[in-house]
């Protein structure tokens, strides 16, 4: 986050246009307050955006039209165009345009998060089969923001307030997940996962759990060995690391038996043995954060929704929860990084020890007496 921004700039994709992500967009602002929050630019379609106001009957729904993020003003609900041969909706059906321009908005809006002109981006949903092309060769959002962040690898990472459940594989079929799970890749997603729960959500000793693949975790073997031959092994080796991970459970007792509000964060082996029970406890509140990458991008946890599309059904909750949620760890992030910046001048004042000069005293005086307190790093 900017130093000189007095509020956080939040990027918001239109996603799919054929679908509710205008709709969820347009009502989360509806409510004043969100504007003393951030300063939203909305990555999208001055056309397709006025096709949506009129469809829901919010013609004086006030979009603030700029060229740039640089132009965006505070207290108001900026949009950029940014789509290209901007053919008619057809809402409620995935089309090749509506593809095309959820890619061009998305394109747009995280090339100006990767050069600082917005603080965190926050997607509206997408189809991830009409938006494959040339430039979007991959199953979702995940996959695409890991590469575009020099190739740091993202964790999907649902969060509510009553549950944090991380996957080790994402969107792959079910019959290619045994493969794919590996200890180094559970070791990688359990790593990212407690530094995330540190960083991002300051929780400084965070217990995880990690659940089994098979019925019965295996049943020692009697079910499956993926247990005794991988996952245990990864657990291991993260203790080594001071992770505190505990399993592998049996993902049907852990949850029915409320085992999961023992811990600060879950690690599922395949997207529905964390996607269900997580949108079970939570859909509507729920927000999809891609953890591990070097900025803030976070979704709501609902779908391109074309059944309701234009309809005026669409919840925004999950959507104003992305808002709130993708602000926080903003603020977090920029907190808890201070705190380590100032650790480290200490430590670095520290090592120089009274041999020093009586001039490396003072200087060290002068930063000490310049450094504001922890609890006062700006956000």
Known sequence: MSEKREKIKVGITHGDVNGVGYEVILKAFTDNKMLD???PVIYGSKKYSTVHKSQLKMENFPFFFIE????????KVNLIDCCEDQEDLNLGEPTISSGKAAYQSLEKAVSDL???KIDVVVTAPINKKNIQGENFDFPGHTEFLS???AGNKGLMFMIS???KIGVVTGHIPLKDVSQAISTEEIEEKLTIMNQ???????IRKPKIAVLGLNPHSGDNGLLGTEEQDVIIKSIQNACQKNIIAHGPFPADGFFGSSQYSNYDGVLAMYHDQGLI????????????FTAGLSFVRTSPDHGTGYDIAGENKADSSSMRKAI??????????????????NAIRSQSGREKGPGASSQQRNNRGERKSQNKPASNVSE
């Open 37 to 39: 929050l951030c300063t």
């Open 68 to 75: 740039s993020s640089d132009d965006a003003k505070k207290n």
């Open 114 to 116: 990767r050069n600082n």
């Open 147 to 149: 590469q575009q962040d």
């Open 161 to 163: 307030e009553k549950l």
């Open 196 to 202: 995330s729960l540190i960083r991002d959500f300051n």
């Open 277 to 288: 029970p997580f949108k079970a406890l939570s859909f509507g509140e729920g927000v999809n």
């Open 324 to 341: 709130y949620t993708a602000i926080e760890i903003c603020k977090n992030r920029h907190f808890n990084d201070g705190l380590q910046k």
